[in-house]
């Protein structure tokens, strides 16, 4: 179903367009109830961190357990590793915004269903209008494909690909170099294109 034919999507859409400022998302996003499973089993909506004038805007799939219990963006052992990397390389965590492409967890992890990813995108794009990042980078697969429609992360990554006037330069998510260990290809190259988005967004 494309968005345009799920009324819920639709009418998410017109709210958010209509919402002056990003506090007032903020307000509003955690009475969502257009997924009824994930309503059914969230504890929080991890409506983002969203800093005054950030340049750099970092983009997950959903919050996992964690991020479920604290309402924060990228809190538990994929945060950690973020932070580690952010660190790395320089960049003030507290000064890049952190969004995901779906708010509330999905139970048991799994992936996102299309219908939720499609309704929260209405959401999400407002925030990401509102934020104005000068560089987007979409951590992992899901995020990536948000943005670029089928793709695969081995042709997205490591070009900055324009889109709606924005620069995305997809990456790796944590997760991928918390699987292949320290040291591993997914986090040097996580650690490389934070590094390459830092500069671009100066
Ligand atoms: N993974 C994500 O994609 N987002 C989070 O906020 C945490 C883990």
């Not at 996102?112 to 209008?129: F, H, I, K, N």
């Not at 670029?148 to 995305?168: D, I």
């Amino acid at each position: 179903m494309r968005a345009t034919q799920d009324p819920v999507a639709v009418e998410i859409r017109h709210r958010a367009e209509s919402l002056p400022d990003l506090a007032a998302l903020a307000a509003v996003l955690p009475g969502c109830t257009a997924c009824p499973e994930l309503v059914a089993t969230r504890h929080c909506v991890v409506v983002g961190a969203t800093p005054a004038g950030a340049r750099l805007l970092l983009m997950g799939e959903a919050p996992g357990a964690q991020e479920d219990l604290t309402g924060q963006p990228f809190v538990g052992r994929s945060g950690q590793l973020l932070d580690r990397l952010l660190a790395d390389v320089g960049i003030d965590r507290s000064a890049v915004a952190i969004l995901n492409t779906v708010k509330c967890r999905p139970p048991a992890n799994r992936p996102p269903t299309a219908v939720e990813s499609r309704r929260c995108r209405g959401w999400t794009e407002r925030q990401l209008d509102l934020i104005d990042p000068a560089v987007v980078v979409p951590l992992g697969l899901s995020a990536t494909r948000w943005f670029l429609g089928p793709t695969t992360l081995s042709a997205a990554r490591g070009r900055v690909h324009e889109v709606q006037g924005r620069r995305v330069l997809p990456t790796y998510h944590p997760s991928a170099a918390l699987r292949w260990g320290p040291g591993g290809e997914p986090e040097r190259l996580l650690r490389a294109d934070l590094a390459e988005a830092l500069r671009l967004a100066a």
